[in-house]
């Protein structure tokens, strides 16, 4: 059974950076597909960016290219999602997701990386508001 915890969620101005953490319970002979995902108020959960953890980045969202970044520390068993240059718009509950893959074709892009349909691993979501 894989657990996921999300912390590092919080209040910050426009233009501003946080930096996400979540702690998972992945088996070390398994390869996953993990990911960020989002959901504004009153909107639908949207894919923000994956990895594979047998290598790479996945995806990114088109609205998040170049202000956050992915990543994981096999060491501490934790994926990590920088906020740089937040912005109004990136307010919203932001959820770490992850699912079983035997390859990184099965991670890759908006379709396998960035649909919520995809992952059955949740956590319980980490709020982050940006004011203006």
């Known amino acids: 059974q894989v657990q996921l915890m999300e912390s590092g969620g919080g209040s910050v101005q426009a233009g501003g950076s946080l930096r996400l953490s979540c702690e998972a319970s992945?088996?070390?002979?398994?390869?996953?597909?993990m990911a960020w995902f989002r959901q504004p108020p009153g909107k639908e959960r949207e894919g923000v960016a994956a990895?594979?953890?047998?290598?790479?980045?996945?995806y990114y969202a088109d609205s998040v290219k170049g202000r956050f970044t992915i990543s994981r520390d096999t060491a501490k068993n934790t994926l990590y999602l920088q906020l740089n240059s937040l912005e109004p718009e990136d307010t919203a509950m932001y959820y770490c997701?992850?699912?079983?893959?035997?390859?990184?074709?099965?991670?890759?892009?908006?379709?396998?990386?960035?649909?919520?349909?995809?992952?059955?691993?949740w956590g319980q979501g980490t709020q982050v508001t940006v004011s203006s």
């Open positions: 997701a992850a699912r079983f893959s035997p390859s990184s074709t099965y991670c890759t892009g908006a379709y396998y990386g960035g649909r919520a349909e995809e992952y059955n691993y």
């Open positions: 992945l088996s070390a002979l398994t390869k996953y597909c």
């Open positions: 990895l594979f953890t047998g290598g790479g980045v996945t």
